[in-house]
């Protein structure tokens, strides 16, 4: 069982984690919303994947999902990186904190890898699974 300064420092934990859950959520949905707006990007997709914004509230990571050739992400990262005090600025203004995160842009690069991984896998030519032998269970 907790005491009660344990059970309190558990509460004010779990409390400052869902706080931090719900500023990633806003700023995450804002952010996409401004990218997709005020910027024109040669990819064909670029959206934002998700948002990990620090406790202290100053500085916040977004991992960026790119779909285009390397040159268009490193384009669409370098236009991001450029727009990055406009994009601060907007949020800011949509987004009411004490203090406006930085932005750090990074490329989400998780598709390519699962892509990678089931390519491989395609690859090894591995046998089907046998089905599974009937229960006998049921057979009463």
Do not use: C, W
């Not at 344990?6 to 952010?31: G, H, M, Y």
Request: proline share 6%.
């Amino acid at each position: 069982m907790l005491s009660d300064s344990q059970a309190s420092t558990f509460n004010s934990q779990s409390s400052v984690k869902n706080r931090l859950d719900r500023v990633n959520e806003s700023i995450k949905r804002e952010l996409g919303a401004l990218v997709r707006r005020e910027i024109t990007f040669q990819a064909k997709l670029v959206t934002v994947k998700e948002v990990d914004i620090t406790p202290d509230l100053k500085s916040a990571h977004v991992y960026i999902g790119i779909i285009g050739t390397p040159e268009e992400q490193r384009a669409a990262m370098a236009q991001l990186h450029e727009a990055r005090m406009k994009l601060q600025h907007e949020l800011s203004r949509r987004i009411i904190l004490k203090f406006t995160p930085h932005l750090y842009f990074k490329l989400d690069a998780t598709g390519e890898r699962g892509d990678r991984i089931l390519q491989i896998l395609d690859e090894l030519h591995l046998p089907p699974e046998p089905p599974a032998p009937p229960s006998t269970e049921n057979a009463r």
